[in-house]
C-alpha cells in the first residue's frame, strides 16, 4: 500500500515538482497539493476514511498563518507533518520543532532524500537535521547583544541598503555605518555565528527576527 502524501506550498511550481517527483517514487501517492493547510484539511476530509500518512509543509506561508497554527491543525488527522524549508528564520523553525513536527527536510535537498524523509516520517521516525535537531532541543543559538542602533543598521544593511543610504536614513556618516557593521560582525563572532559576509548578515537578521522571509524589516 502507498504512503499517502498531502504536500501544502504556495508556489505553484514548487507544488507541481513535488507532486510529480513524489508520485514518481513507487512507494508514494501525492493524494492532495494545496497552498494552505486549510485548503489541505478541506481536501482531506473529501478523501475519507484513508486520509493522510505524511503532510510535507512550507513554514512560510504568505497567508499570515503559523507553523504552530498549521501544525495544531494539521495533527489531529493523524499525519506525521514533516517540515519542508531552506534558509527560514531560526523562531520559525522552533515553532515547528515545538508544535509536533516530526523534522525537517530542505527544498535544496536531493530527491533521494526527500522521498526517504517522508517514508521515515510515515513510519513515525524522526528526521534528523543538526538545525533541527538544535531547534527540537534547548540549544537555541546564541543571539547577541546589538544595541538599538545597532539592531537599526543590521536591519537596514541587510535588508539590502548599502553603507551610504543607511548612513543617509540614519544621519551619520558612511564611515560611522561600516563601523557599526564591524563591531556586529564582532558580536556575531563572539557568540559563534560568524558573518563574514553580507549574505551572512542577512541569514543572521532572520534568524534573530530582524528582517523578515522577504528580507523586508520588521
Known amino acids: 500500500m502507498k504512503t499517502r502524501v498531502g504536500v501544502i506550498d504556495d508556489h505553484p511550481a514548487m507544488?507541481?515538482?513535488?507532486?510529480?517527483?513524489?508520485?514518481?517514487?513507487?512507494?508514494?501517492?501525492?493524494?492532495?497539493?494545496?497552498?494552505?493547510?486549510?485548503?489541505?484539511?478541506?481536501?482531506?476530509?473529501?478523501l475519507g476514511q484513508d486520509g493522510l500518512d505524511v503532510v510535507l509543509l512550507d513554514l512560510d506561508l504568505n497567508d499570515g498563518s503559523t507553523p504552530s497554527q498549521n501544525i495544531s491543525r494539521l495533527i489531529p488527522t493523524g499525519a506525521a507533518v514533516l517540515a519542508h524549508t531552506d534558509d527560514v528564520e531560526w523562531r520559525l523553525l522552533r515553532e515547528a520543532a515545538r508544535s509536533g513536527a516530526v523534522g525537517m527536510i530542505r527544498k535544496s535537498a536531493p530527491l533521494t532524500s526527500l522521498v526517504r524523509a517522508v517514508l521515515f516520517?510515515?513510519?513515525?521516525?524522526?528526521?534528523?537535521?543538526?538545525?533541527?535537531?538544535?531547534?527540537?532541543?534547548?540549544?537555541?543559538?546564541?543571539?547577541?547583544?546589538?544595541?538599538?542602533?545597532?539592531?537599526?543598521?543590521?536591519?537596514r544593511y541587510a535588508a539590502g541598503g548599502t553603507a551610504e543610504s543607511v548612513g543617509?536614513?540614519?544621519?551619520?556618516?558612511?564611515?560611522?555605518?561600516?563601523?557599526?557593521?564591524?563591531?556586529?560582525?564582532?558580536?556575531?563572532?563572539?557568540?559563534?555565528?560568524?558573518?563574514?559576509?553580507?549574505?551572512?548578515?542577512?541569514?543572521?537578521?532572520?534568524?534573530?527576527?530582524?528582517?523578515?522571509a522577504d528580507g523586508q524589516p520588521f
Open 15 to 46: 507544488l507541481l515538482g513535488l507532486t510529480a517527483a513524489l508520485n514518481a517514487h513507487p512507494s508514494l501517492h501525492v493524494v492532495a497539493g494545496e497552498s494552505t493547510a486549510e485548503q489541505l484539511l478541506a481536501a482531506e476530509n473529501r
Open 168 to 212: 543617509t536614513a540614519l544621519f551619520v556618516t558612511r564611515e560611522t555605518v561600516h563601523d557599526h557593521i564591524r563591531r556586529i560582525r564582532v558580536k556575531y563572532a563572539k557568540a559563534g555565528r560568524e558573518a563574514p559576509t553580507k549574505i551572512d548578515l542577512l541569514r543572521r537578521a532572520m534568524e534573530d527576527g530582524l528582517i523578515d
Open 121 to 155: 516520517a510515515a513510519r513515525g521516525e524522526g528526521v534528523a537535521d543538526p538545525e533541527w535537531s538544535r531547534a527540537a532541543g534547548d540549544d537555541a543559538p546564541a543571539r547577541p547583544r546589538l544595541t538599538e542602533r545597532e539592531a537599526d543598521v543590521l536591519r
